[in-house]
């Protein structure tokens, strides 16, 4: 079997557009055939020199088995005969096996060898070297194993891969045109512009384009589904927003599901069933049981010039009604100019030469806190500005992560010492500055996703709120020169 060099089909067109323009200003050219290309190619891992013993068959058939399960990413030469001629000592099939390994390591974990690399908030994995993880699952004679590994399963990843693919084929037939800027259309309008919606409605798989030129029933339940997928408010009317989100192109859309599919890439193939999710991008946190959510709630996260970092840890302690250690340039650009009089009725007080605030009503960090250890000072906690919750973007943070529900989780993470929604109360309500360590390790994984697949249909998007999604797309390409 000759596996396909092309890949995943990425036309051309969908990295020119994301690159060139805003998705809400670009307007896509009219349907029409598209000429599809390889996608950039990442950048040839440094292969370790064959060592005196060589490859065993099963290592052969463990590899090739291993890109044949991966049909995402390419091999340019047929991999079955390499591994007929490496069985007979054929060097150059043996080398070819090895190229065709360490290509898919690198690609199964991230095109980026250090996503900190482009950007120090990427920080959900370290540098990984796949030369050196093939070499050393060499020399413990685990290749077979090592290959297995390889090919991600996840249902997530699997889902975002169709979709990619749908996406892929949209664009190829020509992807859609766009709306006039700013067009709004109630229900019950007639005309021209109404058919122009199906059509493009159509074009991404919501309805079809036959339904006439009146903005009946079920067009208004096309358009209300395209709004729940974008985060808009489903009223089933055409508003200006709608019309932004359906005039962003379709090679747009495809390399936001590209950028997407490279973050799951910086996260282990199967995550722990017991965990916590705080999704940065959807600005919702989710606490994992048997990997089922057992509790979700809304989160507001760091303001686009103060993004959340994305990065792993684990609740290291809970503390209860938190003092907060005000950091000093916070303090200098947003505290200490209104004033004695606004700092004094807040709690605040100046302790060793540092803004503290101390526990209690005004208290920015709430009465809960979670500890995560981590290099960027950022942890879980409660908000006294509970409103927040109730606004749609809510990236509003200096870069910590506000919790909707800190309480509940709170009892979650301690119910098997004992805790209830009635004890935590009561601490809180005591006043008192109070830790508590959870006996299990629960990690917490902050992700930045804006595109997810939960079905076979259209894609649910997010806004980009931190511009990510473009300047990972760039550095993809920008690594594959």
């Not at 307007?27 to 891992?45: D, K, M, N, S």
């Not at 892929?168 to 109404?194: D, I, N, Q």
């Not at 940065?280 to 049981?289: K, R, S």
């Not at 004890?423 to 500055?433: L, Y």
Request: charged share 20%; aromatic share 6%.
């Amino acid at each position: 079997m000759v596996v396909g060099s092309t890949g995943r089909g990425i036309v051309l067109a969908a990295g020119l557009a994301l690159l060139a323009s805003t998705a809400s200003a670009r307007q896509p050219p009219a349907p029409g055939p598209a000429t599809v290309i390889a996608p950039p190619a990442p950048p040839t891992p440094v292969v370790p020199a064959p060592p005196s013993r060589p490859l065993t068959a099963a290592d052969a058939a463990a590899i090739v088995a291993a890109v044949h399960a991966a049909p995402e990413f390419g091999a340019p030469v047929d991999l079955d005969a390499a591994a007929e001629a490496s069985a007979h000592g054929n060097a150059a099939a043996q080398a070819e096996l090895v190229k065709a390994a360490v290509t898919l390591a690198q690609e199964e974990h991230g095109r980026l060898a250090d996503p900190t690399d482009v950007d120090a908030n990427w920080a959900l994995r370290g540098r990984y070297d796949p030369a050196a993880d093939f070499a050393a699952a060499r020399a413990d004679g685990r290749i077979p194993e090592w290959a297995e590994a390889l090919p991600r399963k996840s249902e997530r990843y699997q889902a975002l891969l169709a979709a990619e693919q749908r996406y892929e084929a949209m664009l190829a037939r020509g992807g859609w045109r766009a709306l006039p800027a700013g067009l709004t259309l109630p229900r019950g309008a007639k005309g021209p512009e109404v058919q122009a919606l199906r059509t493009r409605l159509a074009a991404e798989g919501y309805g079809d384009a036959g339904g006439g030129p009146t903005f009946d029933r079920g067009l208004a339940a096309e358009v209300a589904e395209f709004q729940v997928r974008h985060s808009l408010k489903p009223s089933g009317n055409l508003d200006s927003a709608t019309t932004t989100a359906l005039n962003v192109p379709a090679a747009t859309r495809l390399w936001t599901l590209a950028a997407n599919l490279e973050r799951e890439r910086w996260l282990p193939d199967q995550l722990p069933p017991d965990r916590i999710e705080a999704n940065i991008g959807a600005q919702e946190v989710v606490l994992f049981e048997d990997d089922k959510p057992a509790l979700e709630m809304r989160s507001i996260v760091g303001e686009p010039t103060k993004p959340t970092p994305l990065f792993v840890s684990h609740v290291s302690s809970i503390e209860f009604n938190p003092a907060w250690h005000v950091p000093a340039d916070i303090a200098k650009a947003e505290l200490l100019p209104k004033g004695h009089g606004y700092l004094s009725s807040h709690g605040f007080a100046v302790i060793d030469g540092q803004l503290v605030q101390h526990a209690g009503p005004h208290s920015s960090l709430g009465r809960v806190k979670f500890e995560m250890p981590n290099p960027f000072s950022v942890y879980l906690h409660d908000t006294p500005g509970r409103s927040l919750f109730a606004v749609d973007s809510r990236g509003r943070s200096h870069g910590c992560v506000r919790l909707e529900k800190p309480n509940d989780l709170a009892v979650a993470l301690l119910a098997d010492q004992g805790w209830t929604l009635d004890k935590v109360n009561d601490t809180i309500g005591a006043g008192d500055t109070r830790w508590v360590r959870p006996k299990s390790t629960v990690p917490v994984y902050l992700v930045y996703r804006t595109a997810d697949a939960p079905d076979d249909g259209p894609a649910i998007f997010r806004p980009d709120l931190y511009g990510w999604d473009s300047k990972l797309a760039q550095a993809l390409i920008a690594a594959a020169r």
